[in-house]
């Protein structure tokens, strides 16, 4: 029976992801003249083609495809296990890297994580930019958890799982001294200003949704897709802003905000992404167990509820 020599594997898949013999020879730091032996050693070994030529392109053949699949989970075990062994290195002492969509509300990530900041030999490493870039970081084992207002894509069909941790309705807010008294919606909203998320926001797409049913036509200010500048946007102007309330939680308990309305059908999703591992990082589970959802605890204590469309 053939052994399957792992080397030569390795070559086939750095030179499969980098889709070039000269720019694989440069990564492995050997000649091409040498890698394509290694190549030609291993396509010998599974008598197998692993590879077409294209020109200067190398196209995987369909048995090429097939062993790119196991080449792939093979060294993505490995990678897990230097991960894992990573982890041990420093003794007692756990490490934790966090990635967050940089829409994310400040407050919710701040809410997840504070149960460890006071836990004696834990190391944090907190990222943020956009969910592709952090799922790309998770499928590279340089992230334990990604923190989302979105689902993560593929789910379904992909080496990692997708949980909501929380949901919340969405709020107009504004400045006290500017709060409209008696407050009708959607009525009061036809030509008002607003500043509001992005279009590729959840909760953007539903309000939206809403008030074209509504046949309420606003006036759009500004569309922000960071939370942390829509949240001084509301905070340093007296217009209507479309905003969860988690995300302006500190100016609604001090006053300086007023919720004139929280939307029951528009809701901000929170959900937490991880990789699927043999060995997940035993600090996940101690984050989940002592998270509370927001309907489990007193998040804007201002403002009026409206009924959904069907009360």
């Not at 922000?224 to 905070?235: K, N, T």
Request: proline share 5%.
């Amino acid at each position: 029976m053939a052994i399957l020599n792992y080397h030569h594997l390795r070559y086939f898949w750095v030179i499969a992801n980098e889709n070039n013999l000269t720019r694989a020879a440069e990564k492995l730091h050997i000649s091409q003249s040498a890698l394509s032996i290694q190549l030609r050693k291993l396509e010998e070994s599974l008598e197998q083609k692993l590879f077409e030529r294209e020109g200067r392109q190398l196209i995987l053949t369909e048995a090429g495809h097939i062993a790119l699949d196991y080449a792939q989970a093979i060294f993505r075990a490995g990678d897990e296990l230097l991960s894992v062994m990573q982890r041990r290195e420093a003794g007692s002492r756990l490490l934790l890297r966090v990635g967050a969509v940089s829409t994310l509300s400040r407050n919710f990530q701040l809410d997840l994580i504070k149960p460890l900041l006071a836990v004696e030999n834990i190391e944090l490493v907190l990222h943020s930019g956009s969910l592709n870039t952090l799922m790309q970081q998770m499928q590279e084992h340089t992230l334990d958890l990604l923190l989302s207002n979105r689902p993560a894509p593929d789910a379904l069909d992909r080496n990692w799982q997708c949980h909501l941790l929380d949901e919340q309705p969405a709020s107009l807010v504004c400045q006290a001294r500017t709060a409209p008294a008696n407050f009708r919606f959607p009525d009061d909203l036809h030509h008002a200003g607003l500043f509001v998320p992005s279009m590729e926001s959840e909760i953007r797409t539903a309000f939206d949704f809403l008030l074209n049913q509504a046949g309420v036509r606003p006036k759009i200010i500004a569309e922000v897709d960071d939370m942390a500048m829509l949240r001084l946007l509301a905070r340093e102007s007296g217009t209507l802003t479309l905003v969860p309330p988690v995300v302006v939680r500190d100016e609604l308990l001090s006053g300086h905000l007023v919720e004139c309305v929280q939307i029951a059908e528009v809701k901000e999703r929170f959900y937490a992404i991880t990789p699927e591992r043999h060995f997940p990082n035993p600090l996940l589970k101690t984050l989940f167990q002592n998270f509370t959802p927001s309907k489990s605890r007193d998040i804007s204590t201002v403002g009026r509820t409206r009924p959904t469309l069907s009360q």
